[in-house]
């Protein structure tokens, strides 16, 4: 049985904000200090609003660096699925790497390993080429 999606007022106000802010992740806390506090939902509807949103694959769950904490990002629909994202573990922002260049890695992996990588779920960590410059900046001062 499909369960049903309820287009609430609320719901449209945390897609609004994730659209506004699609390179980032927050987690719940970090969305609401940052959502217009007159039009903000509860932090609970927050919480059960996200837990939907992930599960009908509109909205990425992946922990923060090396901790417990869960952060939250809206991703491009289905075909985000389909390649490999890349994170900066220094400002968080996740990038798409291309399908062409997905699945020249992919196959690399499949023939040299013999191992099926599930590409949903796939986020290869780094720093970006913004984050590289201010870490060099920082190095040379």
């Known amino acids: 049985m499909e369960k049903k999606i309820y287009h609430t007022e609320q719901r449209k106000q945390l897609l609004s ?11 719940i806390d970090e969305m609401i200090a940052l959502m217009d506090p007159e039009n903000m939902p509860g932090k609970s509807t927050v ?8 599960e009908e694959g509109i909205v990425k769950r992946s922990n ?15 075909q985000c ?23 020249q890695v992919k196959g690399m992996l499949q023939l040299q390993d013999k191992f099926h ?19 060099q900046e920082k190095k040379t001062d």
């Not at 923060?64 to 939250?72: A, G, P, S």
């Not at 389909?82 to 997905?102: I, M, R, S």
């Open 47 to 54: 919480y059960r609003l996200m837990k939907q949103l992930v």
């Open 17 to 27: 904000f994730l659209q506004e802010h699609k390179t980032e992740q927050y987690s």
């Open 117 to 135: 990588v599930d590409v949903s779920k796939c986020v290869l960590v780094g720093t970006c080429e913004n984050c590289e410059e201010n870490i």
């Open 64 to 78: 923060k660096e090396n901790t417990r904490q869960f952060v939250y990002q809206l991703l491009e629909g289905k």
């Open 81 to 103: 699925s389909h390649h490999f994202h890349l994170q900066c573990e220094n400002c968080g922002k996740l990038f798409h790497l291309k399908e062409e260049e997905t699945e």
